[in-house]
């Protein structure tokens, strides 16, 4: 299966500052995906990445506070705006199913 | 929309004991994962599922899935100290929703 290097693996941020999360497969696929986990809570998928369109956000998440790039198909970034303390959180990238692995994450401090 | 629950969302047991985690979710569904989630660790593939009565084994762990009752089970045989960790199920196909995880500690 595919191998998925996150960066960086950790950051502390100042509220109101942006930080952009990398990902990159060393294969191409076709679709990548964002999840956010929360402080003691499950994973919440924020978009799908395609190459070549724009991304799809889910119910609550919206492009101006998450902006996904997609240049091509190995690669992806997401980007947290005017971060807040509400968006600590560990965020990871994953690939298509079946059985997609998931990146070794980012996890995030706002303070 | 597609949900899932886990139950029980925390689990204390001892060694040696065996225990089952349930997974259901709403709406039909081909493929359903587990996942481990050590603490401060990205998440860990341990099993797809991909047809009714499709069970797998891994260790002390074996999963299983009823498409009918929309419902997975992992279950946990004579569990030791290093299971401890939380573990979540996951649903979809073309994207994975996730249910809420299952926080397995066990003691000596």
């Known amino acids: 299966s595919a191998v998925i290097s996150q960066k960086p693996s950790r950051d502390i941020c100042q509220r109101g500052t942006s930080l952009t999360i990398q990902c990159q497969v060393d294969s191409q696929v076709t679709m990548m995906f964002w999840y956010r986990q929360q402080p003691g809570q499950s994973l919440t998928l924020i978009a799908t990445?395609?190459?070549?369109?724009?991304?799809?956000?889910e119910s609550g998440f919206v492009i101006d506070k998450f902006p996904i790039s997609r240049p091509n198909l190995t690669f992806s970034t997401l980007t947290v705006s005017n971060m807040s303390p509400e968006d600590s959180s560990i965020y990871l990238c994953s690939v298509e199913a079946p059985f997609g692995p998931f990146g070794s994450g980012t996890r995030l401090t706002v303070v | 929309e597609l949900k899932v629950e886990q139950n029980p969302l925390f689990l204390s047991m001892q060694e040696g004991k065996n225990y089952t985690i349930y997974c259901n979710y709403s709406t039909t569904s081909d493929r359903l994962y587990w996942y481990r989630q050590d603490p401060g660790k990205s998440l860990e593939s341990l099993f797809v599922l991909l047809s009714n009565g499709a069970v797998k084994q891994e260790g002390r762990l074996m999963a299983s899935l009823d498409t009918k009752a929309r419902l997975s089970t992992l279950h946990i045989t004579a569990a030791v100290h290093d299971l401890s960790a939380t573990y979540f199920c996951?649903?979809?196909?073309?994207?994975?929703?996730f249910g809420t995880g299952t926080r397995l500690q066990v003691f000596p």
């Open positions: 990445a395609n190459q070549g369109s724009e991304a799809t956000y």
């Open positions: 996951a649903v979809g196909t073309d994207k994975l929703i």
